[in-house]
């Protein structure tokens, strides 16, 4: 292992040092800890889609072994505690604000979706919790549910503050603009699609250990938390009114998160509650058939898309009308997801004079609907890059042909696009070009005709992609409905021999922080890897933060890392000149050494640490004693992360199954601080994206019970249903945070289900097909080649 | 309740547990380690492989009971003190692993493919990781770790 050496800076491919622990089974995941005297609890949940409570009788299971108490919403109400909060809102195009019904912990009179919480079942062991929710008996008045979205304004009203069942009433853009365009264009292209509802899946489901401390009256939270303060800002201020203070939440080892770990869930405010109540701690594991109904699932759009060409099929204008499914309550995140996160990316790469856009937010009886890897962007990517293969067959062009013409041009950079975003800096041709050398995008013609020989359909589909990450200005976010703060936080701790401890707001769940983070502290200090220990996830340990997600834990928290190491090279220098007896502005530091220019003289890094603690010889006058510094970055603009993917797959006529045989992809993520993480990052970005275009699907049936509740029916995609990837990169470095980066975690989900589908349309289209839904499956392809070989017949 | 007995790691174990205690809660909670995981509830996902008498198997299938008297190896037991078993160096050196989660099982499976198969080809180490499910890495990295483990157990 390469470790040990200023070597493993900056741009070097370090293997990470957090994987000891989860190779030898030492991870330490929130269901793995165990306190004294811990009860476990179990959630009934609710079988119906849409129902009253008339009556809870709950008399024999509080009699049964082993049971200690027995929670409803009557008793959630009774003690005044408050529900989840939805943490960003918008102003409706009417000026009114967004609907926002209550949401209890424990249901109160009503139920709104298969697998909503009513009754918390409290006892020794697990085992009698779950025997003993067999006793309790609930009497539900069952009503209609609301299921179909794109009739889901007709459906019965589900919550009493939510007229016509909506939300909010989003718009974007300029209207009579892209109308003008329309009406004036040679070439309207129209489209509708479907971006299909997905379930997360992390492989760790959530957890919750809470514990009470009656000396200080004190709480301590571990649970499966992406961010941790604002876990405890929701829980402390808004759902149980504790002082903030007096709550612990720790987030130790979490096993992927991919966005259904930022909300608070009614479970672990359930369990922090009950652990005063009952005064013991109070643990709930979840098991896997309870994340698929009550884990925030993803996506689930319906977007009609209309584009105007000019008569030399440049783009004039767009517009966009969506249907979002939000489901029964506001999880966190669920408003700003189809909106702000959506909306202002309908520009893509492209240069797109008029953008007006319409998102309707719906609620139905499904489980709530919140940001999932990629959140937004993933939706606005696949209907644009969709339209845009689509409107290439249909003016007869080359689709990456149609596309470069359409790129704005590398020397329009700050670009204003129609949307709200300037993009700060980009160059959309060179990895095009890269990921289509990749993938030998000019032999694909003979590799068709080959695959035609034995039989096989074979389709070559592009995604030319833009997302906006490490959002955003706080200012900016909390003029667009932002409840919260978006800028990160590090303390840098330097001991007195040298060591250093970094203190990130930000959570890692996967992205090999420990590793990333440690080379930026080493290559700014010139100190060995081994000596930066990073720590996160501990509200009692770490700096106010936001936590991870949106791609934004290098560009933002990285940032704010490297700004507080900045501050520690500053008061250093301070110190080594008064040590070295020198004018501030001649010290120079380098590769751990602090010299004095045109001398001899230097000062290692350690020396400065240890003066810093031990200042007897110190410049008092100046500086306080120690060597610690804290910043927070805010960032001056989104990061936009863009390029190229390019999916090539072979159809079995007989059997529908679409084989994906190649996958090219090529990235601009400004600079890179590990490559090999990095490229981890984007494999595991694109196997989500295949899982969405080809596997995966959340269904409701007609009823509103969830269909697809395990891995024997929700298609998790599995090694053999996955090529290699061929990974590259270019280098635009971002202009306004001092690493040049821009981040990485969601590009590759956002940029492939565009590409996997249009390459199987473009394998099917010979035959005539012109439209695939997600995801592709056998059935569904087999029947699109069969009914187009009958039409063909007839 | 039922007596179990049985080999943990090359330590003799026992342990008076209910007599539906399945092997993974045996495992996790009556012995204590917790390298081995439940990601699912339906036998799917893989994170509970453990081998019991050298094969693989989802230890959330099994009873405790019905390892009586079984040499049941989990993650906790592959390594040789500090030096990392190969696949578990192999996994280090080619990024094979992200969150963590599904490792323990991941590299378990692993192990046995490669001592059924010592030079497996890539499609046999995709088919044979089919019962072990990866929702980070794509499984790119996996296929190359134990590609690269197998050749370092000398296959």
């Known amino acids: ?794 | 309740m039922t007596m179990v007995n049985l080999t943990l790691n090359g330590k003799q174990v026992s342990a008076d547990v209910p007599d539906n205690t399945l092997l993974v809660t045996f495992i996790r909670e009556t012995m204590g380690l917790t390298g081995t995981h439940v990601g699912c509830d339906t036998s799917q996902c893989g994170a509970c492989v453990v081998h019991v008498d050298g094969e693989s198997q989802k230890s959330c299938t099994m009873l405790a009971a019905a390892a009586e008297g079984a040499s049941v190896t989990t993650i906790e037991g592959i390594a040789n003190g500090d030096s990392l078993h190969p696949m578990q160096q192999a996994f280090h050196e080619n990024h094979g692993l992200q969150c963590g989660f599904c490792t323990p099982g991941m590299v378990m499976s692993a192990i046995e493919l490669v001592q059924d198969n010592p030079n497996p080809s890539e499609a046999e180490i995709r088919e044979g990781l089919e019962g072990n499910i990866c929702r980070c890495t794509g499984y790119h990295n996996i296929v190359k770790s134990v590609q690269a483990g197998a050749k370092m157990m000398g296959g």
């Open chain 1, 1 to 794: 292992m390469p470790e040990g050496s200023i070597k493993d800076g900056i741009g070097a491919s370090v293997r990470r040092k957090e994987d000891k622990r989860f190779l030898t089974g030492s991870g330490r995941y929130t269901a793995d800890i165990t306190r004294p005297g811990q009860l476990h609890v179990h959630f009934i949940r609710s079988v119906h889609a849409h129902a009253n409570i008339k009556a809870i009788r709950k008399d024999a299971a509080e009699a049964a072994e082993g049971v200690v108490a027995i929670f409803t919403g009557e008793d959630v109400a009774a003690d005044g505690i408050g529900g989840p909060i939805c943490g960003w809102v918008v102003t409706n195009r009417d000026g009114s604000p967004t609907n926002e019904p209550p949401h209890p912990i424990l249901a109160n009179g009503a139920v709104r979706y298969v697998g909503d919480h009513v009754v918390a079942v409290i006892a020794e062991t697990l085992e009698q919790a779950m025997d003993a929710a067999e006793l309790v008996e609930i009497e539900y008045e069952v009503l209609a549910p609301v299921v179909d979205l794109a009739n889901a304004g007709s459906g019965p009203q589900i919550h009493e503050n939510v007229p016509g069942n909506m939300y909010f009433d989003f718009e974007l853009g300029d209207e009579a603009a892209a109308t003008a365009a329309l009406e004036s264009a040679a070439t309207v292209v129209e489209l509708e699609v479907r971006n299909n509802r997905l379930i997360p899946n992390a492989m760790e489901p959530r957890a919750a250990l809470a514990e009470y401390d009656p000396i200080d009256d004190s709480y301590t939270l571990f649970t499966t938390s992406q961010n941790p303060h604002l876990t405890r800002l929701v829980i402390g201020a808004f759902m149980l009114s504790i002082p903030e203070s007096k709550l612990r939440v720790v987030a130790p080892d979490v096993g992927g998160g991919f966005g259904s770990k930022i909300y608070v869930y009614p479970e672990e405010a359930v369990c922090t509650w009950a652990s005063k109540k009952l005064q013991r701690p109070v643990k709930w594991t979840a098991d896997r058939s309870e994340s698929f109904l009550a884990d925030a699932h993803g996506r689930d759009h319906i977007n009609k898309v209309r584009m105007a060409l000019d008569k030399d099929n440049r783009i004039t204008g767009l517009r966009v009308d969506t249907v979002a499914n939000i489901g029964s309550y506001l999880s966190a995140f669920s408003v700003v997801t189809p909106t702000i996160l959506h909306a202002p990316l309908l520009s893509g790469c492209y240069q797109i004079p008029a953008i007006y856009t319409n998102v309707k937010g719906m609620a139905t009886t499904t489980a709530p609907v919140d940001a999932y890897r990629g959140a937004g962007r993933p939706e606005a990517t696949y209907l644009l890059e969709r339209v845009m293969d689509t409107a290439a067959r249909q003016v007869g062009m080359d689709p990456a042909a149609f596309r470069r013409m359409n790129f704005i041009p590398k020397d329009a950079f700050p670009y204003q696009t129609p949307v709200a975003l300037q993009y700060d800096i980009g160059d959309y041709e060179p990895p095009l070009d890269k990921a289509l050398e990749m993938i030998d995008y000019k032999g694909f013609e003979a590799r068709r005709a080959e695959a035609a020989s034995r039989g096989k359909y074979r389709g070559i589909g592009l995604s030319s992609y833009i997302e906006a990450c490490g959002i955003a200005p706080s200012a900016v976010a909390g003029a667009l409905g932002a409840r919260v703060g978006l800028y990160e936080s590090a303390t840098v701790r330097v001991d007195p021999t040298g060591t250093v401890n970094v203190f990130t707001g930000t959570h890692s769940h996967g992205q090999g922080h420990d590793t990333t983070f440690a080379q930026i502290v080493a290559d700014k200090l010139g100190v060995d890897i081994g000596s930066v220990e990073i720590i996160h996830g501990d509200s009692d340990r770490i700096p106010f933060g936001m936590g991870s997600y949106g791609s934004r834990s290098l560009a933002v928290g990285g940032a704010a890392i490297a700004k507080a190491v900045d501050k520690v090279i500053e008061k250093s220098k301070i110190i080594a000149a008064h040590l070295m007896e020198a004018a501030d502005a001649d010290v120079v530091f380098a590769d751990g050494k602090f010299t004095v220019a045109g001398t001899d003289n230097e000062k290692g890094f350690g020396e400065i640490a240890l003066a810093a603690y031990v200042p007897h010889n110190y410049p008092h006058d100046r500086l306080e004693p120690g060597l610690e510094e804290t910043a927070f970055y805010d960032p001056l603009n989104f990061t936009y992360p863009s390029g190229t993917h390019i999916a090539e797959v072979e159809i079995d006529p007989s059997t529908g199954v679409v084989e994906l045989v190649d996958w090219a992809c090529c990235d601009d993520f400004g600079n890179l601080i590990n490559p090999m993480i990095v490229e981890g990052q984007v494999h595991g970005g694109i196997a989500q994206g295949v899982g969405q275009a080809l596997l995966e699907n959340a269904h409701y049936d007609e009823t509103g019970q969830l269909i697809t509740a395990s891995y024997m029916d929700y298609c998790m995609p599995r090694a053999d249903d996955l090529p290699n990837f061929k990974v590259d990169y270019t280098v635009t470095a971002c202009t306004h945070n001092d690493l040049g980066v821009k981040g990485c975690g969601e590009a590759g989900a956002i940029a492939s289900p565009p590409a996997l589908i249009n390459a199987v349309i473009d394998a099917l289209a010979p035959l005539g097909v012109t439209d695939m839904s997600m995801p592709a499956t056998p059935e569904k392809v087999w029947r699109a080649i069969n009914d187009a070989q009958t039409e063909a017949a007839e």
